[in-house]
């Protein structure tokens, strides 16, 4: 097993508060620990839906 560790690329967001707030109900309900992952997940599943498969 390599102990060498991947490097992610990080995107910046500017979101309003109110989108902010509904996005992170959502997570919650999803049962998803932050914002961050609940919108990896849901943006692995839209490139799924295009006959995508999601490389990360």
């Known amino acids: 097993m390599s102990s ?28 998803d620990t932050s914002l961050a992952t609940w919108i990896k997940r849901v943006l692995r599943k839209e490139l799924q839906s295009r006959d995508i498969e999601p490389k990360g």
């Open 4 to 31: 060498e560790k991947i490097k992610t690329d990080q995107y910046q967001l500017r979101l309003a508060h109110e989108f902010r707030k509904q996005l992170e109900e959502q997570a919650r309900k999803d049962g």
